[in-house]
Structures are given as structure tokens and as C-alpha cells.
């Protein structure tokens, strides 16, 4: 099974900064990476897949990098309504199964 | 409008079972493949089980392997978890999703989520 480990835990950021997200997985991976946001009581939303293409909806402010082990997500200017939980994903082990991060909560500053 | 609705969750005690589903509109229901993916209470996400469009291909992460069973009806655009012997670490929120089209393994559809509580 896949490994992802997501760092850090927690990120205090304040309101108009960018935010940098690290997601590492325990072997290669190949760009088969998405990123999710979650809010509390919410269900999970696809920001980001194929390690760098955005979903439909998804504000220009999200961007994803990375291939192989190593991943970012960077969010360039933060809105309040970003403040949330972010998992990335692993979709590469074929079968499955897929395996995500233990989150990071991105928090206000 | 694009949607999934999980149904079928609740109380259960240990040992017991419960059958989920999930209805899916606004999309084609047989042009994806479909996952369930659970959260435990205050905890992260975790992948349970998927299945191929046709039905003919299914998967499971080891935890659940012998215990759960995922089929579809797509006819009735339905998706479905039957999970039996269930233990008090199955609690959770379980979520369908769907599988991105071009990118199956990214879910770019999720459902609401159904809670499934197992408790004496």
C-alpha cells in the first residue's frame, strides 16, 4: 500500500497570503495526484488532478505541483473561505486501493 | 444538476449489517466508475470499495474484503454497499463518488454522506 504523508498538520495563514501545502508519497506515484478541500459537515470538493489540472469550478488561485513522491498545492492569495481541511489522494496503485493523506487544516492567522 | 444521494444508514450493532445506496442523477450513471469512500468521526478519508462500469470489476481495501459487497443497478442509476459483520470500526460517514471520467481514481462527484453508527 501507498504511503501519502501530508505536512504540516496545521498551517496558520492570514487572510491574502499564499499558502503552500506538501504531500509526499512513499513511492512514486506518477502525476496520478488530486487534491480535496473539505469544510466542516461538508462532503470532500476535487480541487486538483492529475497533480496540476484544476476541476471544473475551481478558482485560478488553486494551483498543484509535483510528480513522482513529491506534491504542493499553492493557494496564491487566501479567501476566508478557504480556511478548511486538505487531503491529497493517490490514484495510482492499479487495483486499487487508492489512499489519501491524513489532512492538513489550513487555518486563519 | 449533477448528484448523488446516499441512503440506508444508521444504528447497527455489532455483527450486524446494512445495506447503503446511493441515486445518482444528471449524468450517465453506466459511463463511470463509481467508488465509496468513508471518514470515521473526527478523522480522515478513506477509500472502501469501487466498481466498474459494467459491473464486471470490483475492488476493496483489506479492512472490508469478505465483509462488504458493492454492486450498481443501472437501469436505476443506483450504486450499492452491502456491509456485513460490521464492527465498531466501520463507523463513519460513507460517501459515494464518482470516479473522473478522464482520471478514474479522482472523485469529482460526491455524495452527501450516509452515517453508519455500530454500537451496542
Known amino acids: 500500500e501507498i504511503v501519502m504523508t501530508q505536512s504540516p498538520a496545521t498551517l496558520s495563514v492570514s487572510p491574502g497570503e499564499r499558502a503552500t501545502l506538501s504531500c509526499r508519497a512513499s513511492q512514486s506515484v506518477s502525476s496520478n495526484l488530486a487534491w480535496y478541500q473539505q469544510k466542516p459537515g461538508q462532503a470532500p470538493r476535487l480541487l486538483i488532478y492529475?497533480?496540476?489540472t484544476r476541476a471544473t469550478g475551481i478558482p485560478a488561485r488553486f494551483s498543484g505541483s509535483g510528480s513522482g513522491t513529491e506534491f504542493t498545492l499553492t493557494i496564491s492569495s487566501l479567501q476566508s473561505e478557504d480556511f478548511a481541511v486538505y487531503y491529497c489522494q493517490q490514484y495510482n496503485n492499479w487495483p486499487p486501493p487508492y489512499t489519501f493523506g491524513q489532512g492538513t487544516k489550513l487555518e486563519i492567522k | 444538476e449533477v448528484q448523488l444521494v446516499e441512503s440506508g444508514g444508521g444504528l447497527v450493532q455489532p455483527g450486524g449489517s446494512l445495506r447503503l445506496s446511493c441515486a445518482a442523477s444528471g449524468f450517465t450513471f453506466s459511463s463511470y466508475w463509481m467508488s465509496w469512500v468513508r471518514q470515521a468521526p473526527g478523522k480522515g478519508l478513506e477509500w472502501v470499495a469501487n466498481?466498474?462500469?459494467?459491473?464486471?470489476?470490483?475492488y476493496y481495501v483489506d479492512s472490508v474484503k469478505g465483509r462488504f459487497t458493492i454492486s450498481r443497478d443501472n437501469a436505476k442509476n443506483s450504486l450499492y454497499l452491502q456491509m456485513n459483520s460490521l464492527r465498531a470500526e466501520d463507523t463513519a460517514v460513507y460517501y459515494c463518488?464518482?470516479?473522473?471520467?478522464?482520471?478514474?481514481?479522482?472523485?469529482?462527484?460526491w455524495g452527501q454522506g450516509t452515517m453508519v453508527t455500530v454500537s451496542s
Open positions: 466498481i466498474k462500469q459494467d459491473g464486471s470489476e470490483k
Open positions: 492529475g497533480a496540476s
Open positions: 463518488a464518482r470516479e473522473e471520467r478522464s482520471a478514474p481514481g479522482a472523485f469529482d462527484i
